[in-house]
Every structure is written in C-alpha cells, then in structure tokens.
C-alpha cells in the first residue's frame, strides 16, 4: 500500500501551542531523547500540546533493527549518559508532571542490556517527585532474567513489554533476537513478581495479521498475565520499512476491545491512533491508583471509554503529563 493515501481517521493536526513549546523546550535543555520525535509518533501535536510526552532512555541508538521501527539503529560502543537519570527526575519536577512514561532503546552491547539505568531513573524519579506514577516501557533484556528482576525491584507502578504482533509475524517484522515467547514469558514474570501494579502490553494492526491472530494474541497476553492492552494502527515510517498491508476500520477496533475485555483485561485501549502508552490507558492506570481523584465523564460512568482521558484531579482530567503516545510507526520497546 505505499504511496497509498491514509483515510480520513487517520489525519492528525500539525504541532502547535504554547504548552507544545514548553515541553520541547525542555527536553531540549535538559538533552532528552522522545520516542515521541525518534519514532515520528502522530500524536506529538496532540500529545505536546497537552503537556505529554515520554523520554526515551539510553540515546538514540538502538542495538537491533525492527522493520517496523524509526529509531536509528547502530553501534553505541556501550555509551550511557550518567546524568540522564536525574536530568529525568529535573524535567518531570520542571513541568509539574504526575506520571511519567520511560520508554528505552535495546542496548544489547550492555551487560545488563540497560536494566540499571532504567531502575536508576525510577529511583531518581521517586526522589525528585512524591507521588508520581511511573511506567517503564521496556525491552526484552536479551532475555535475562536477573536484568529484568534488577528493574522491577525498581517498583515501576506499571510494567510495560511489548509483543508488537502476533505470533507469525514476529519474525519477518522484529528483529531476529526477539522472541514472541520470551515476550510472553517476560509478561510473566512480571506479574509474577507482584512488584509492579500492573502488567502491559501492546500491539499493532494493519502488518498482514487477520482478525483471527489479532483475537488470539490477545488470549496470550491475558494467559500470560498482561492486565492492560493497547492496540494500534501501524504506519509506515518510511519506504525503507514494512509497507502497510491495510487500514484497519475504526469499527474493527471496537471488535477488538469487545474481544479483550470479554478476556478479562482491566482496560483495553483500542482504536487507529492508539499507542502503547496511549491517554486512555495512562488515564485508567491513574484513576486506579488515585481513586479519589477519579472523575469519570458522563457519557462513560465507569471511566472506561476509548481515549478518554480519566484520572487526576485538575482540569485538563489529569493535568500535564510524561506519558508516551507510543509509535507503532517507531520504537515501543
């Protein structure tokens, strides 16, 4: 489908505003990387404009090559930014934010593959800011389970790991040291390990998957311990990446969350712009650990509805926030 027009629930506005610049401005200053750029998400105008977006930690270069992925990949020598952890926790207090998305490159030329630092920007998060809520949006860890225990012992209030796609397409659209199973298994131990409060996992439509592999991923992620579930669009980032093979219908969508919450998953954000860490999502996660800052709109009385955003206390419903929009056109490792 290259060269193939997007249809029309797929337009997004261009980046503007005074709350857009802010949040820009800021990264910049303190030298953070966002998925948000690195994976030419589509909601950055949205998501900036509102005072979110999420930082990706260590660089900008990622150890392996995905097709569907914009994030440069290469060789970073195992550099690592020491200050980048509280460079973190200094823009978060900065912009008043209560919770913050941490999203990573792969950086398999690490020994630990990067857990360390990851757990050192949660720890630096809590100290700079009481009461934020944390996400962490993780790589596999080259499968290391030592690595992947080092980082939730961090407490991360969200554990995030992305399958990407089912089964089948796993391995003509990830890279090949990913593996389905180990994904699921990393899910797993996650939840296993009761040190986060919820477990989360995403995926992306619209690679040459059928409904029938959509409905049975997501029986694997609640199987293997996933409470929370986005489900996106894929776009195309570039002529050198995975062509789209179809537009998933916004009708579609609805089946699928339908499907998922008749699995058993505690929320279900599903819809053509939805991303790994998408509003929704963040929204639910925040309403349930801050009950009594819930204020569910009156079209959805449970606080459940698609893309709406549900949780803190000041207007807008949760006010400026680091949350990820997450890029299946990029990086949602």
């Given at each position: 489908m290259r060269g193939e027009r997007k249809p029309p629930w797929l337009k997004v506005r261009a980046p503007s505003g005074e709350t857009y610049r802010r949040v820009k401005q800021t990264l910049t200053k303190l030298r953070l990387?966002?998925?948000?750029?690195?994976?030419?998400?589509p909601n950055v105008g949205e998501c900036w404009g509102a005072g979110t977006a999420t930082v990706m930690l260590l660089g900008d270069t990622c150890t392996r090559s995905c097709r569907f992925c914009a994030v440069t990949a290469g060789k970073p020598a195992g550099v690592v930014d020491a200050a980048e952890p509280l460079n973190v926790a200094r823009a978060v207090a900065e912009l008043g934010l209560r919770y913050v998305v941490l999203t990573m490159v792969t950086?398999?030329?690490?020994?630990?593959?990067g857990a360390g630092h990851v757990a050192a920007t949660v720890g630096a998060l809590r100290e700079q800011s009481a009461g934020v809520l944390v996400e962490t949006l993780v790589g596999d860890f080259a499968g290391d389970p030592a690595a992947l225990d080092s980082m939730l012992e961090a407490g991360p209030d969200v554990f995030a790991h992305n399958?990407?796609?089912p089964?089948?397409?796993?391995?003509?659209?990830r890279d090949q040291r990913f593996s389905y199973d180990q994904s699921l298994g990393i899910l797993s131990r996650a939840r296993a390990s009761g040190l986060s409060q919820f477990v989360k996992s995403g995926l992306m439509v619209g690679?040459?998957?059928n409904d029938d592999e959509v409905f049975e991923t997501l029986s694997e992620l609640h199987r293997a311990g996933a409470q929370v579930v986005t489900i996106g669009q894929y776009l195309c980032p570039s002529p050198r990446h995975a062509p789209v093979?179809?537009?998933v219908e916004p009708e579609r969508f609805i089946e699928y969350e339908r499907v998922g919450r008749e699995l058993g998953f505690a929320y279900v954000a599903s819809g053509p712009l939805v991303r790994s860490s998408y509003h929704a999502a963040e929204g639910f996660v925040?309403?349930?650990?801050?009950?009594?800052?819930?204020?569910?709109s009156a079209a959805e009385p449970d606080g459940r509805g698609r893309g709406e955003r549900v949780g803190c206390a000041d207007p807008p419903?949760?006010?400026?926030?680091?949350?990820?929009p997450g890029a299946l056109s990029g990086s949602r490792r």
């Open positions: 990387n966002t998925v948000c750029q690195e994976a030419r998400c950086r398999d030329d690490l020994d630990d593959g399958v990407e796609v089964r089948r397409l796993t391995g003509t659209t690679l040459g998957e093979v179809r537009y925040a309403a349930r650990l801050r009950p009594t800052e819930h204020r569910p419903a949760h006010g400026p926030t680091l949350v990820e």
